[in-house]
């Protein structure tokens, strides 16, 4: 900086002038440097091509295919997948081989296709996998009457009770009468036992035999009819019956 060096102030100049002036001629050289210095301006780069986006997996099959609303044939139907058709993969169910695609026409509603017969182009490795929705509730038979009991077969065996009454004798015999069946229903609330078309017996469920004993005297009819019939709240089955013609 060339500020009269060499050349002492004259006598009578203001020292703190001079100072001042040496300042700020110092400042102004400082300024101009600084502008002519050059500048580290960014360039942003022109025509560079952006990265390519990754398509997402299609799926295809070689044999017709459930779509359902769930990984199981529990779940409702949604649409049949068939060889020709292409659908984007959104999800996977990797436990039992389930990819869940946007079906054609569902405008972008989904559903989940059984992988036996599927073949899926593209990046599996990045889909989440898919979380089942809970089962649809299991539709209930209507209510039912019972099935009516089978094997019905009888026994009887017969004990003489004669005795002699004035002159007479009374013929007669204690007939004992096992009514045996098969139980053939889950949901009866007991069984009716009929002889000759009349209730005898009401017994509780799960019950398989029955004994009825009766006397039987000389001239009377020795021809009886038993039956049995399982029932619930919901009706009485069918009566099977079989007919008792003599005792030993």
């Not at 004798?169 to 036992?193: A, C, M, Q």
Request: net charge neutral.
């Amino acid at each position: 900086c060339n500020l009269g060096a060499g050349t002492p102030p004259s006598p009578g100049t203001d020292l703190s002038q001079a100072l001042t002036l040496a300042v700020q001629t110092l400042q102004a050289a400082t300024n101009q440097a600084a502008a002519n210095a050059p500048t580290n301006t960014p360039v942003t780069p022109t025509n560079v091509p952006a990265s390519p986006t990754a398509s997402p997996p299609t799926v295809t099959v070689n044999s017709e295919t459930n779509c359902r609303t769930g990984p199981s044939q529990y779940y409702a139907f949604v649409m049949l997948f068939q060889p020709g058709m292409s659908a984007e993969v959104v999800a996977k169910y990797t436990p039992a081989n389930y990819w869940i695609i946007k079906y054609p026409g569902g405008n972008g509603a989904t559903c989940w296709l059984w992988g036996q017969y599927a073949t899926v182009i593209g990046d599996t490795n990045g889909l989440p996998e898919g979380v089942p929705p809970p089962l649809p509730p299991t539709a209930t038979s209507a209510p039912t009457a019972p099935n009516p009991p089978k094997g019905v077969h009888l026994s009887c065996t017969s004990v003489n009770k004669s005795k002699k009454v004035g002159n007479f004798f009374l013929i007669s015999f204690e007939w004992t009468v096992k009514v045996k069946w098969t139980d053939n229903s889950d949901n009866e609330s007991g069984f009716y036992v009929y002889k000759d078309g009349s209730i005898v017996a009401t017994l509780p469920v799960n019950s398989t035999s029955y004994t009825d004993v009766f006397t039987v005297v000389l001239l009377m009819n020795t021809t009886h009819t038993y039956g049995v019939a399982s029932f619930n709240s919901y009706g009485t089955s069918a009566i099977k019956d079989v007919e008792l013609t003599s005792c030993s």
